[in-house]
């Protein structure tokens, strides 16, 4: 039987940006690191499929790059694609019958997925069959090649219990250490080229969340800084599209490039220390939509990106009454 095809060009977003494609140069995450490789050399052995993965766990901390080195590591194609991407069930389908013997599919934010692409995923995960209505009302099952599914979310409790049980192995990405952190750090800056004492370092991993996405960001602010501010020698060096040569942040550079970022502790931000200087003034607990309103963004804004590291710094606390300093 033929299976009407999509175009999944829109869908599938394989991740052309340069990650680590190994387990060494991955930075952190040992807990996981080490049961994934002995996933991924139980199937070499076995010849066969690992069994599905869900990864868990905030935002930007390379859950779609353990994914990728996954997929190298096993030497085993990858399809990726968003949970809000997939709006019928044609859709994961389709996705389905692309995919290669072994081959992995990674889901992000799978907690998007609606309910009836669950149903038809959870059935895929567990049996390799889709099952398939026909015109005549009477249900088909159609065999699929064997697969990986990676589901990665960072609102897990949103998943319904019968995909959750489909998972063999369920991964929580944690945060980093502050060793970790200047770990990655050290790594960023030397790979743009910025020579940093050790000092001055631990001076920078203070200013900045123990979040990998948010250290690779800000690595980037200095490496710009120092590129434009730094010696001129460099900047026209990137400007002429040379390989960059090594300069060094100095402390001087380092206090400049703060001030001009207006990056406080723990990587707070003018619109954290406005969101402390309300509560101060109020001087009473707050709820999360008046601070909203003065803030001048919407509340769930509030929530997800300003109260979290709030929180996670100790600056606030959150009590029935409201929001209150700590």
């Known amino acids: 039987m033929e299976v009407k095809k999509i175009n999944t ?56 790059t353990i994914a990728h080195i996954i997929s190298k590591q096993s030497n085993v194609g990858i399809k990726a694609v968003t949970g809000y991407a997939i709006n019928k069930p044609s859709d994961i ?4 019958n692309i995919l290669e013997q072994g081959d992995i599919l990674f889901i992000d ?17 567990e049996d390799f069959v889709i099952d398939m209505v026909m015109p005549e ?11 990986t599914l990676i589901g990665a979310t960072t ?20 945060e980093y250490t502050p060793d970790e952190k200047i770990v990655l750090i050290k790594k960023y800056l030397t790979q743009y080229g910025i020579n940093v004492t050790p000092e001055i370092l631990e001076q920078v991993s203070q200013k900045v969340d ?6 690779h960001n800000m690595c980037i602010k200095i490496r710009d800084f120092v590129i434009t501010h730094g010696n001129p020698v460099i900047a026209n060096a990137v400007k002429q599209s040379e390989s960059p040569k090594q300069n060094t942040l100095t402390q001087q550079l380092r206090n400049d490039f703060l001030t001009h970022s207006k990056i406080e502790e723990g990587g707070m931000t003018p619109l954290h220390a406005r969101y ?45 009454a409201g929001r209150i300093l700590v």
Request: hydrophobic content about 40%; overall charge positive; aromatic content about 10%.
């Open 9 to 64: 060009d829109k869908l599938l977003n394989i991740n052309s940006h340069a990650r680590p494609d190994n387990f060494e140069d991955f930075i952190g995450q040992e807990h996981i690191k080490g049961v994934v490789k002995t996933a991924i050399d139980s199937g070499k052995k076995r010849k066969s499929y690992m069994g599905h993965m869900l990864f868990s766990g905030p935002s930007g901390f390379g859950k779609t």
């Open 93 to 96: 389908i389709s996705i389905l």
């Open 109 to 125: 934010e799978i907690h998007r997925l609606k309910p009836n692409i669950e149903e038809v995923l959870y059935i895929a995960m």
């Open 137 to 147: 009302w009477w249900n088909v099952r159609v065999p699929i090649n064997p697969f």
């Open 155 to 174: 609102k897990s409790e949103l998943l319904s219990q019968p995909i959750k049980n489909r998972f063999v192995y369920h991964f929580h990405f944690m």
């Open 210 to 215: 123990a979040v990998p996405r948010e250290i």
């Open 276 to 320: 402390l200087e309300i509560l101060e003034q109020a001087d009473r607990p707050m709820g999360a939509k008046a601070i909203a309103v003065q803030l001048g963004i919407n509340e769930k804004a509030v929530e997800e990106d300003v109260e979290p590291l709030l929180l996670k710094l100790w600056k606030i606390e959150k009590t029935w």
